[in-house]
């Protein structure tokens, strides 16, 4: 823990911590809310330690989600597994470069995707309110398309950087798999649980990890994620859609500032 670090400063890590996780239980990208929290929190200490230690706090919340559409949702655990054991490979990976990689090289192709992604969203009013699957098969294929794609390469950008992953991964899911927006949460949970541990584990074998700041922090994130996951499945596929074009709004703004305004 730095030394100087006060009680209000913790504290306020702690509210982010729980805002972030009940946004990546609705729909992801509560790293939006953490990753920069923890950045302005600790701006003396290194980028690879803030990395490790937003890791360290986001798997509690993100497991909390999981068990809980596990509980509650009808999931295909066998598939939201095998596309699982890809992404925590390619996380593994993905955190292995993290402390080589300039993010700035990346912000403009990740800006250009959300917005793709937004304007389709927007333009496709019922992309994810109710299941595809009858429609289109879900071939092989597509499913080997989502280990390689949802898996490995959302792994690899989770571990490399993390921002956003679960609605990349929410968004690939209904596109690629046909699933509900419900459901694509609840399966995204999983794999991101998959994902988290991948890159905790190399962050930790680098002893990039503040767990002093991680442990108060991950008890108010698994809360939020907790709450999060109850709301997504009591209100439904409708008011995950909100939050997704309200979460994906504020990703490319942050990216565009961070980009550009800093």
Known sequence: MPPDMSLTTILLLCLAAAAAGWVDA???????????????????????????????????????????????????????LRIGLAALGGSLAGAFFA??????????????ILLAVLAFVLLRPTFGVTAQASEVPVTRRRVLTAILVAGLGIGFYDGLIG?????????????????????????????????????????????????????????????????GARMALKRGSGFVRVVLVVVVVSLVCKLGYDQWGG
């Open 26 to 80: 609705v729909v992801g990208g509560g790293g939006l809310i953490q990753l920069p929290a923890l950045l302005v929190g600790l701006p003396q200490v290194a980028p690879a330690h803030v990395l490790g230690t937003n890791k360290a706090v986001a798997i509690w919340g993100t497991t909390a989600a999981a068990v809980a559409y596990a509980r509650r949702a009808t999931l295909d655990l066998r598939r939201a």
């Open 163 to 227: 921002p956003g992953t679960g609605t990349f991964l929410v968004l690939a899911l209904v596109a690629m798999l046909h699933m509900d927006l419900v459901t694509a949460s609840g399966t995204a949970k999983i794999v991101n649980v998959c994902t988290n541990v991948g890159a905790l584990v190399t962050f930790s074998l680098q002893g990039s990890v503040i767990w002093q700041l991680a442990a108060p922090m991950a008890l108010f994130n698994l809360a939020g994620g907790a709450v």
């Open 99 to 112: 402390s080589g990689i300039n993010s700035a090289v990346l912000r403009p192709l990740i800006m250009a």
